[in-house]
Each structure stands twice: as structure tokens, then as C-alpha cells.
């Protein structure tokens, strides 16, 4: 059983930055592949981008080159850094786990959900 937990959201303004976190506990994380989620109300869960186990990354391409995950298997937390942020960033951002290696852009594939952390950006 993993728990996660994440911060470091809030409301920021056109083109600012973000560093989201997301700390484990139950297990650590250097064996699961981590997920960063988006939601906004009425739409569904959006893949965000991964850091497989094995160091593989991707990213949706809403947020490629202005969004970087990373993790620290010391600190058992798993980042978000979220640059030139935009008003369609805003949502309710989730960190996800999972050991599938299949289609890591579905959130069905995780197994494990953090309970969510707002950004708001404002224009």
C-alpha cells in the first residue's frame, strides 16, 4: 500500500512557476512508475507525464518543454516543475503510482492516487 500526498499548488499568474510535490509513504517509490494527473470540473483525469522506474519520461504535449518531473528516491517524493505556467494549466493536479508498463497516459493504469492539490492561473 502506497500513500501520496501533494503540495505546492496555488494561485499564480500568466507565465510564472510551480514546483508540485508529491511524498510517499507505505513503500517506496523507486520501484513504481509516477504519474502527474489533471482535472478540471466536468472533464476527465488528463495525463500530465511520467517517470517510469527504468528512468523512462514522457510528457503530454500540452506541456512539453514548460513542465519537468523528476524524483528523489532519498526523499521518497516525486516533483512537478511547472514553468511559463498558462490560465489552461489551471486544475486539480494529482500524483499517481502505479507497476503497469502499459499505456501510462490512462489513469486506470495507476493504482495508487494522491488526493489532489488546486493550481489556479490567472491571467
Known amino acids: 500500500q502506497v500513500q501520496l500526498v501533494e503540495s505546492g499548488g496555488g494561485l499564480v499568474h500568466t507565465g510564472d512557476s510551480l514546483r508540485l510535490s508529491c511524498a510517499a509513504s507505505g513503500r517506496t517509490l523507486s520501484s513504481y512508475n509516477m504519474g502527474w494527473f489533471r482535472q478540471v470540473p466536468g472533464k476527465e483525469r488528463e495525463f500530465v507525464s511520467r517517470s517510469s522506474w527504468s528512468g523512462s519520461i514522457y510528457y503530454a504535449d500540452s506541456v512539453k518543454g514548460r513542465f519537468t518531473i523528476s524524483r528523489d528516491n532519498t526523499k521518497n517524493t516525486v516533483y512537478l516543475h511547472m514553468n511559463s505556467l498558462k490560465p489552461e494549466d489551471t486544475a486539480v493536479y494529482y500524483c499517481?503510482?502505479?507497476?503497469?508498463?502499459?499505456?501510462?497516459?490512462?489513469?486506470?493504469?495507476?493504482?495508487?492516487w494522491g488526493q489532489g492539490t488546486q493550481v489556479t492561473v490567472s491571467s
Open positions: 499517481a503510482a502505479g507497476d503497469s508498463t502499459a499505456r501510462y497516459y490512462l489513469a486506470s493504469t495507476y493504482n495508487y
